[in-house]
T-cell receptor, first 116, second 115 residues
C-alpha cells in the first residue's frame, strides 16, 4: 500500500488566490513526521514545512500552512496568496519512527501552475 | 545554496559503464541519504549513511554501492549502467539519524543520462 498519496497530478490557481494541495498518509506508527517539499523546474528540492504527529497546532511557515487532520490521516498544504514563483512540483513526505528507520517516503507529487 | 553539494551536475555515459556521484553534506550534518528520481518511479530512497556507517537500505540495486568517508562526504557508485538508470540522483543530509523537524536538506542533484 502507498504510504503517501497525492491524488492531484496537476493543479491550476490564479495569482493571489489560495490553493490546497492534498496529501493522505498511511502509518501505524504513533510517532511520525510529515514534510512538504517544493521542486521548481530547476530541479532542486526545497523544504517548506514540517508537522510532527504529536504537534497540537497546525504548522505554518509564512504563506505555507499545513492542515493536519490526524484522524483522517491527512496533511494538506495550503498556499495563501499564490505567486507566479510558486509554480513547481510539490511533494508530501512522511518519516516514521524507529520501525520506519526515520527514512522519509515521498508521494508522487502535484504539479502546481499559477496563472497571472 | 542549500549547503549540500553534489557533483557533477550532469553526466552522460554509455551503457555498461561505471560512474561515481559525489555528495558533501551540509556543515554539521552527520547523516546522508541518496535518492533516485525518475518519471515512472518517483523519488525512491536508495541508502542512508550516518557518521560513516550504513544506516538503512532501500531499493538499491546490487550494481549500486555507496560509502561515507571520515570527512562525511559520500559517494554513490553506479556500475554496469543500463538505460533505465537514467534519472536525477539526489543527496540529502540531516544533522542526526531522524532528520528532526527542520527537514532534510537536499542538494541540487546529479542528472545521469545513460545512452
Amino acid at each position: 500500500a502507498q504510504k503517501i498519496t497525492q491524488t492531484q497530478p496537476g493543479m491550476f490557481v490564479q495569482e493571489k488566490e489560495a490553493v490546497t494541495l492534498d496529501c493522505t498518509y498511511d502509518t501505524s506508527d504513533p510517532s511520525y513526521g510529515l514534510f512538504w517539499y517544493k521542486q521548481p523546474s530547476s530541479g532542486e528540492m526545497i523544504f517548506l514545512i514540517y508537522q510532527g504527529s504529536y504537534d497540537q497546532q497546525n504548522a505554518t511557515e509564512g504563506r505555507y500552512s499545513l492542515n493536519f487532520q490526524k484522524a483522517r490521516k491527512s496533511a494538506n498544504l495550503v498556499i495563501s496568496a499564490s505567486q507566479l514563483g510558486d509554480s513547481a512540483m510539490y511533494f508530501c513526505a512522511m518519516r516514521e519512527g524507529p520501525e520506519g528507520s526515520y527514512i522519509p517516503t515521498f508521494g508522487r507529487g502535484t504539479s502546481l501552475i499559477v496563472h497571472p | 545554496d542549500s549547503g549540500v553539494t553534489q557533483t557533477p551536475k550532469h553526466l552522460i555515459t554509455a551503457t555498461g559503464q561505471r560512474v561515481t556521484l559525489r555528495c558533501s553534506p551540509r556543515s554539521g550534518d552527520l547523516s546522508v541519504y541518496w535518492y533516485q528520481q525518475s518519471l515512472d518511479q518517483g523519488l525512491q530512497f536508495l541508502i542512508q549513511y550516518y557518521n560513516g556507517e550504513e544506516r538503512a537500505k532501500g531499493n538499491i540495486l546490487e550494481r549500486f554501492s555507496a560509502q561515507q568517508f571520515p570527512d562525511l562526504h559520500s559517494e554513490l557508485n553506479l556500475s554496469s549502467l543500463e538505460l533505465g538508470d537514467s534519472a536525477l540522483y539526489f543527496c540529502a543530509s540531516s544533522v542526526d539519524r531522524s532528520g528532526g523537524d527542520h527537514g532534510y536538506t537536499f542538494g541540487s542533484g546529479t542528472r545521469l543520462t545513460v545512452v
